[in-house]
Nanobody
Framework: QVQLVESGGGFVQAGGSLSLSCAASGRTFSSRTMGWFRQAPGKEREFVAA????????YYADSVKGRFTISRDNAKNAVYLQMNSLKPEDTAVYYC??????????????WGQGTEVTVSS
């Protein structure tokens, strides 16, 4: 079992930055691919970024490539999402996830409860 708890969401103006964190519990964290998804109001949940167990492989949605950076610290059982140059269309609830996330079809085994990010224009 893996439990995921996100933090770091909030309100920011367009062009600003936010950093999200995900604290994970469970012995198998360091062996799992971790990632972030988001869901905007009225839209489906979508993939944002993923990182493999060692951190050597990272994967991004085209919409965030070059602006967001995913990282992890296995010693702290944590995964992070640094979001720069934020746009109003990045407004969403962001979810931490664990599973097979490197490519489609992505299979999520565990979800966090989500943290809200609001970007004003």
């Amino acid at each position: 079992q893996v439990q995921l708890v996100e933090s770091g969401g909030g309100f920011v103006q367009a062009g600003g930055s936010l950093s999200l964190s995900c604290a994970a519990s469970g012995r198998t964290f360091s062996s799992r691919t971790m990632g972030w998804f988001r869901q905007a109001p009225g839209k489906e949940r979508e993939f944002v970024a993923a990182i493999n167990w060692s951190g050597s492989g990272t994967y991004y949605a085209d919409s965030v490539k070059g602006r967001f950076t995913i990282s992890r610290d296995n010693a702290k059982n944590a995964v992070y999402l640094q979001m720069n140059s934020l746009k109003p269309e990045d407004t969403a609830v962001y979810y931490c996830a664990a599973g097979r996330l490197e490519s489609r079809p992505r299979m999520v085994d565990y979800w966090g409860q989500g943290t809200e990010v609001t970007v004003s224009s």
